[in-house]
């Protein structure tokens, strides 16, 4: 479902991807060790982030950022 909000031509709904994406991020990250299946997640939420890294809107450059930035 992200993926494909990720694509859309509204900056808000692309802005809000990028929170989603920052909040399972740091649900995931909780954890002591990641299991394989939170590794794919992990890595599907790092694509979608790449992809919007570079958008138009400042707003959704500064929450992908955010979000990329989380370690």
């Known amino acids: 479902m992200l993926a494909q909000l990720s694509k859309d ?3 808000n709904i692309r802005m809000n ?4 994406i920052l ?12 299991s394989p299946v939170e ?4 890595s599907e ?6 992809q919007l890294k570079d958008d138009r ?4 450059k500064f929450f ?4 990329i930035a989380l370690q």
């Open 57 to 60: 809107d400042d707003d959704v």
């Open 23 to 34: 909040v399972v991020r740091q649900k995931l990250k909780a954890g002591t060790q990641m």
């Open 9 to 11: 031509k509204i900056p």
């Open 64 to 67: 992908t950022r955010k979000a």
């Open 45 to 50: 939420l790092l694509n979608i982030l790449m």
């Open 17 to 20: 991807v990028a929170k989603a």
């Open 39 to 42: 590794n794919a997640i992990e």
